[in-house]
């Protein structure tokens, strides 16, 4: 009776546990973590600058609230250590935050603009008509198809031996 | 050991296997070699040593695998090579022996796709890559060799040689590719079932001549799960569950800046032929991911009487339809 149970629940687990994502050629998801990684890097400059800032916000908070780099303070709140001007700050900060990513984030774009503009020029392009091209392409159909009877032909000429 | 015990334990190994149900990599094992299997392993090594070969033109298409050399015999400034291969197949690009003079402003680039008349095939919106990563530049590249490997079935190569005596060796290869999207047609009458099972994707299939389309067969949205909802889609319309078929003409290679000559979202099982009397006719199949998508037509050239008339007070760009 036990082993039934043991043997149900292992049925159970080994169905609903998390499966590996679907196979895909190694490619493809190693683009995909170089692409996200390069996209990380830059946003792990500003955490330093957060706490820097918390610290002297604190700062200025305790020695009483006549500091000049906090302009936009409420006045209920400037006078005294509580919670609510703590509050305040943490809402300045975050958006001083948001601010430098957003900057981040629109200096990496136009850096990926320039990247691309650069690899661009000389912008290499033939003006081959339809026609030309058309050409072309039946001269290197008609030189497969010719390639590809005398690889038959030698092919069988093996096989014969 | 008890009837029931077996049956226990076996229902235990049968799920411990569920869990390897969902792969979806197909593994191509070269099952297309044809007479060439019937052959021993001495007689196969025999016939390795004929790869084609020939001299690579200032310009020029490839259509078989081989080496291909340029040699310089005067300064050319502007060469490129087109190279095209079957529909279900990708190329891979290697360049060896290369003596060119980078600092001269020599360069080789090889490029994933064709760019003719500036218009790059497939356009930015098939392609998933960005434009500066479908390019490889040997000069800018660290290793002595560059190789590159193209997204569908076209390729392009483009060299410039200042000093007479350099030059490279071009060698093509061609790769399976299981389930081809972004596919030049080389030949102007043939027929092909372009499918796409759950990505999302556009795929267009470009063939550069004048041609009569007949879609044969259209399935749009073989749902993920059994839901038993499919009524629903068909009256959505084609922007609703965003997967449809859509036939465009232009004069360029670029299908983003081609005409939308007919949209098609409903699955039919008629014949539905369009001729298409422009330098370039394309199907193009736009996926949403959630469905396997299948869209079967043929084609064959239009004759110049068959043309279809261009209509008076027509756009100068916009060639003509039926």
Known sequence: MKLNVLLGVGALLAVFLPRSADCRPADADAAVATATG??????????????????????????????????SIPPSSSSSFSSSAVNVALLRLTQRLLQVRAEQQTRAEQQEEEKEKRSEEPPISLDLTFHLLREVLQMARAEQQAQQADSNRRMMDTAGK | MSVALRAQLFLFLISLSSRMGLSRYIEDNEAADGLYSLLSLDQKRESDDFIFRRPLRCLDM??????????????????????IAEPSEVISLELSDVN?????????????????????????????????????????????????RSSQNVAMIFF????????????????????????????????????????????????????????????????????????????????????????????????????????????????????????????????????INRVSFQYRLLEQRELPKTRENALDNFCSVE
């Open chain 1, 38 to 71: 390069q996209r990380r890097l830059p946003l792990m400059l500003p955490r330093p600058l957060l706490l820097l800032h918390l610290g002297e916000e604190f700062s200025l908070r305790l020695g009483g609230g006549s500091a000049a780099s906090s302009p």
């Open chain 2, 100 to 148: 060119i003079d980078c600092s001269a402003g020599d360069f080789i680039k090889m490029f994933d796709g064709w760019v003719l008349k500036g218009e790059k095939f497939p356009s930015r919106q098939d392609h998933q890559l960005p434009l500066n990563q479908r390019y490889t530049d040997y000069c800018s590249s660290a290793a002595p060799g560059a190789t590159s």
């Open chain 2, 62 to 83: 490839l259509a078989t695998d081989g080496y291909f050399t340029f040699v310089a015999s005067r300064p050319q400034l502007a060469c490129a090579a087109f190279i």
């Open chain 2, 160 to 291: 410039r040689i200042h000093s007479p005596d350099s030059g490279f060796t071009l060698t093509v290869k061609k790769l399976h590719n299981p389930f081809p999207c972004n596919i030049m047609s080389q030949s102007p009458e043939g027929s092909f079932t372009m499918v796409m099972p759950h990505q999302r994707r556009n795929c267009s299939f470009s063939i550069i001549y004048p041609v009569e389309i007949r879609l044969t067969d259209l399935s749009l949205g073989q749902a993920i799960s059994n839901e038993l909802s499919p009524q629903r889609q068909v009256w959505t319309g084609c922007s609703g569950s965003g997967d449809y078929v859509e036939l465009l003409g232009g004069n360029g290679v670029d299908t983003s800046m081609m005409f939308p000559i007919a949209d098609l979202c409903f699955s039919l099982s008629g014949l539905a032929q369009m001729k298409i009397g422009c330098d370039n006719s394309v199907v193009r199949l736009v996926s949403s991911g959630n469905y």
